[in-house]
């Protein structure tokens, strides 16, 4: 069975802290403690020292040495006098960057990366201990220059090789910077370097393919063989959990069918050693037969009796040995093929393991937004109702978000906020204020580096309500 080659390509249209910690490993001991104890995830810290990235002039260095990806964004466009077209938008809507995965066959990916060591893949074990194997490296740079003449070298912004999962693996960011010769400038080129059919994609996997023939990885199906289309991402996740439960019970069925296989190897194995050792006997015998009718001038009747018959016995067991090693040498091969298969299988099944936790992560991620946000909108509509019936409360609502929902403002100091949280997100130095206040950029609040994105979100609420409405002389302080 053939080993496959894995590449999976994502569209990007903003950074986050979030993206940054999980390429880059920025994670302190309590999330490396989550990660590992998450059923769904296969992060093993022991094993972190091995994780690096490749940097510009192909470059090892370890990982999280380099600065933020959303910094190394900016510095790229800064550089070129690029736009981000998401600029002022209150919601990126335009693509910025390709998220690209690289992998293989999970056995020869572990190979390369660990050679003969044993790695404990269970959750708490200790890997301390096993060394990063060269091969891995070097796949790793074949890959890298592979990418770099294809889109060019400075448009790599990640190049993050992770040996803490399950099966090795590289997060490539790429963001497609271009001279467009019709709006005469550098410009993000995103839908002509990736978009449009899924031809592009298949010429990505033949490209790769040249460059992983070194490595003993081919290509699978080409995607517009299988008619793939694109599909919302919601559904898609349903799809791969679809896919890993099909598989796993494929999976189950063939090491089975392998057990029953390596039973079937080792009964005929026993049986032709049995067969060797009796062959082994009655030749001996005819041997000594024949040894007493030299002796008596073949005129022993019963003796030569005897020879007809242990000959016979011989002729028999050659043709069961015979047989049976005909039979061996088919079921070793049927043996052979089954659990290429099942490498085959688990391999795949690693690939959209890699891919359903990345979009398990942002699922959940977009889950509890819009759950805060329905609720959210709900206590505010219950809160107005309040207020508006009961004076005491009303008093306690002044200068409150409240307060502006009672007043119909709320959707002006809401666009505020949105604006302030994407220019905070994106590390923009400037923002266009949409009524009311002013203040330099010094006050906007821009994101720290470990803070939570809905404490983020709550703070930059805050402040546009501030800068709307700044506080009243009387009142409940906020």
Not at 109 to 129: H, P, T, W, Y
Not at 198 to 227: C, F, M, P, Q
């Amino acid at each position: 069975m053939p080993e496959y080659q894995v590449f999976h390509q994502q569209a990007v249209k903003s950074f986050s802290a979030g993206e940054d910690n999980e390429h880059q490993r920025r994670w302190t001991e309590s999330q490396w403690e989550a990660k590992a104890s998450n059923k769904k995830f296969n992060y093993d810290k022991s094993r972190a020292h091995l994780n690096f990235e490749i940097v510009k002039g192909g470059k090892i260095v370890p990982l999280g040495s380099s600065k933020p990806i959303l910094e190394r964004f900016q510095d790229r466009l800064e550089a070129t006098g690029a736009e981000d077209p998401n600029k002022g938008l209150e919601t990126p809507k335009y693509r910025i960057a390709c998220n690209m995965i690289f992998s293989g066959d999970a056995d020869r990916m572990r190979e390369m990366a660990f050679g003969d060591q044993n790695v404990e893949r269970a959750k708490g074990a200790d890997n301390s201990l096993v060394k990063r194997k060269s091969e891995i490296e070097l796949w790793a740079k074949d890959i890298y220059k592979a990418v770099a003449d294809a889109w060019g070298e400075d448009n790599i912004i990640d190049f993050s090789v992770h040996l803490d999962e399950s099966s090795p693996h590289i997060h490539c960011l790429i963001t497609p910077i271009m001279y467009d010769e019709k709006k005469q400038k550098m410009r993000i080129k995103y839908r002509d370097t990736f978009g449009g059919d899924a031809n592009k994609l298949d010429a990505i996997h033949d490209y790769l393919a040249e460059v992983n023939k070194k490595w003993g990885l081919v290509r699978g199906e080409s995607v517009s063989a299988t008619n793939a289309q694109h599909i919302p991402r919601d559904e898609w996740y349903r799809q791969l959990q679809a896919e890993s439960r099909e598989l796993e019970i494929a999976n189950g069925k063939l090491e089975l069918d392998i057990r029953r296989k390596e039973n079937a190897v080792k009964g005929l194995k026993t049986m032709i050693e049995n067969l060797t050792h009796q062959k082994s006997e009655v030749e001996n015998k005819i041997h000594e037969v024949e040894k007493q009718l030299e002796q008596q001038n073949g005129e022993h009747s019963e003796l030569s009796k005897e020879l007809e018959r242990l000959k016979s016995l011989l002729s028999t067991l050659e043709f069961k040995l015979t047989d049976k090693r005909e039979k061996l040498s088919a079921a070793d091969e049927a043996l052979a093929e089954f659990r290429a298969m099942t490498r085959a299988q688990k391999s795949e099944a690693e690939t959209l393991r890699i891919v359903q936790e990345q979009t398990s992560r942002t699922l959940q991620t977009y889950a509890q937004a819009s759950i805060l946000a329905g609720s959210f909108q709900e206590l505010l509509t219950m809160s107005s109702r309040i207020c508006a019936n009961v004076p005491e409360a009303k008093k306690m609502a002044e200068n409150t978000i409240i307060e502006d929902m009672c007043d119909m403002r709320f959707k002006d100091v809401l666009g505020t906020a949105v604006k302030m949280f994407i220019e905070g997100i994106n590390g923009a130095t400037s923002i266009t204020q949409s009524g009311g206040g002013g203040g330099s950029n010094s006050e906007l609040p821009w994101r720290d580096k470990d803070e939570d994105i809905f404490s983020f979100a709550r703070r930059c609420m805050r402040f546009a309500h501030s800068k709307h409405y700044p506080k009243k002389s009387s009142g409940i302080k906020r």
